[in-house]
């Protein structure tokens, strides 16, 4: 299957400070990525949806201007997470989606996640 | 509001032993199902994909089924070993693009030596 990797892998910052996560498709351009948050014994929630060149689209009670996303290429998309909090601290993931002819094939893959403990 | 609900919550078992995962959801219209293996602190991995009119399909010593009629899956585990330890998360996608998924809150599977 098609591969998503996500750096780093965890992160550690002092409350106030600003962190970058990136999401890369490493063998396939992704028309979509998503960005997820999970909370210990949670679910994934979706936060926004990226597309390549264009704003991200974000779900009801997540604050864009906490979260930044970029999608600069088919291949990368980053979530900025800004002036972080400890509230903030999660496990954060992204998700590729590949654009496929109809039928049923795996159109998301999923990055392995991010660590983020804001102290 | 679309739901996806998984039970138990969580589940011991003895390793070398068969369990089976439930999945009930609400999503309208419905695309597909898919089950999910998630590892500690790793992103999750796809074990299967069903859409309305499958009702059973295999990965290894997993299966899962689909009733598309009582919106209801299930997924099996047979011969369980030690690491299928995990946290299951049955996703169901909503619409014609594939576009929303809804998450379940996953079962918890813990397999004892």
């Known amino acids: 299957g098609a591969v998503v990797s996500q750096h780093p892998s965890w992160v550690i910052c002092k409350s106030g400070t600003s962190v970058k996560i990136e999401c890369r498709s490493l063998?396939?351009?992704?028309?979509?990525m998503f960005w997820y948050r999970q909370f210990p014994k949670q679910s994934l929630m979706l936060m926004a949806t990226?597309?390549?060149?264009?704003?991200?689209?974000?779900e009801q009670g997540v604050e864009k201007d906490k979260f930044l996303i970029n999608h600069a290429s088919l291949t990368l998309s980053t979530l900025t997470v800004t002036s972080a909090h400890p509230e903030d601290s999660s496990f954060y993931i992204c998700?590729?989606?590949?654009?496929?002819?109809?039928?049923?094939?795996?159109?998301?893959?999923f990055g392995p996640g991010t660590r983020l403990l804001v102290l | 509001k679309n739901q996806v609900e998984q039970s138990p919550q969580s589940l011991i078992i003895l390793e070398g032993k068969n369990c089976t995962l439930q999945?009930?959801?609400?999503?309208?219209?419905?695309?597909?199902l898919r089950w999910y293996k998630q590892d500690t602190g790793r992103g999750p991995v796809s074990l299967t994909i069903?859409?309305?009119?499958?009702n059973t399909k295999s990965n290894g010593r997993y299966t899962a089924t689909l009733d598309a009629d009582t919106k209801q899956s299930s997924l099996h585990i047979t011969a369980s070993q030690l690491s299928d330890s995990a946290s299951y998360i049955c996703?169901?996608?909503?619409?014609?693009?594939?576009?929303?998924?809804?998450f379940g809150a996953g079962t918890t599977v813990t397999v004892r030596a």
């Open positions: 998700s590729a989606r590949v654009r496929v002819p109809s039928g049923i094939q795996e159109t998301q893959y």
């Open positions: 063998d396939f351009q992704a028309t979509t």
């Open positions: 990226s597309n390549e060149g264009s704003k991200a689209t974000y």
């Open positions: 999945c009930n959801y609400t999503v309208s219209p419905f695309s597909n």
């Open positions: 069903m859409t309305f009119s499958e």
């Open positions: 996703v169901v996608s909503g619409g014609w693009n594939d576009y929303k998924l809804s």
